[in-house]
């Protein structure tokens, strides 16, 4: 069964760019879509962006002037960059596969997740 | 830009109590609707995609139910296990999450 395992610093630097990786195993990372979610501590869930299986993206309008989420085929990993950071970005994040049946999609499994904290 | 409340916001029950959980729409996102479970420190769990079609391994006690713009979690026969906090979300445009039910113990 496919596994996910979120990597990356635990801690950036406000206004410098986030970057995560997200390890896929268990499974052929083109054969489906991701998405990144975060959640900041103690609050609800927030979806950042996916990618599709075309490599076609799509983000959260809040977030989308600051974010890039990839894919590297060859490792098997997918990843994310969040630029400009401010404390309000200091959240758990996680990778998640998509599910699919037609037009219908949901997110599962997920990763274990990370957390982020953004320093001044 | 579709917005999703649940209510309540928590609630408290007893092991064996039947307990239910309210999502609404802002507008209707017909069957597209998903539920999770989230337990303290660990990712959130799909129980339910597309309204009411029951994720491979999930208990039969979770159930769900509606269309358009309300929808309705179910958990008959609440076991420890249980108590979680449970989100909504759908996929009918950009994705997005109600804010969570946190489900404790009465």
């Known amino acids: 069964q496919v596994q996910l395992q979120e990597s990356g610093p635990g801690l950036v630097k406000s206004s410098e760019t986030l970057s995560l990786t997200c390890s896929v195993s268990?499974?052929?990372?083109?054969?489906?879509?991701w998405s990144w979610i975060r959640q900041p501590p103690g609050k609800g869930l927030e979806w950042i962006g996916y990618?599709?299986?075309?490599?076609?993206?799509n983000y959260n309008p809040s977030l989308k002037s600051r974010v890039t989420v990839s894919v590297d085929t060859s490792k098997n990993q997918l990843s994310l960059k969040l630029s400009s950071v401010t404390a309000a970005d200091t959240a758990v994040y996680y990778c998640?596969?998509?599910?699919?049946?037609?037009?219908?999609?949901?997110?599962?499994?997920w990763g274990q997740g990370t957390l982020v904290t953004v320093s001044s | 830009d579709i917005q999703m409340t649940q209510s309540p916001s928590s609630l408290s029950a007893s092991v064996g109590d039947r307990v239910t959980i309210t999502c609404r729409a802002s507008?209707?996102?017909?069957?597209?609707l998903n539920w999770y479970q989230q337990k303290p420190g660990k990712a959130p769990k799909l129980l339910i995609y597309?309204?009411?079609s029951l994720q491979s391994g999930v208990p039969s006690r979770f159930s769900g139910s509606g269309s358009g713009t309300d929808f309705t979690l179910a958990i008959s026969g609440l076991q420890p296990e249980d108590f979680a906090t449970y989100y909504c979300?759908?996929?009918?445009?950009?994705?997005?999450f109600g804010p969570g039910t946190k489900v404790d113990i009465k």
């Open positions: 990618i599709y299986t075309s490599g076609r993206t």
């Open positions: 998640a596969r998509h599910g699919s049946s037609g037009a219908y999609y949901w997110f599962d499994p």
């Open positions: 597309a309204v009411s």
């Open positions: 268990g499974g052929s990372i083109s054969s489906y879509s």
């Open positions: 507008q209707s996102i017909s069957s597209y």
């Open positions: 979300q759908q996929s009918s445009d950009t994705p997005r």
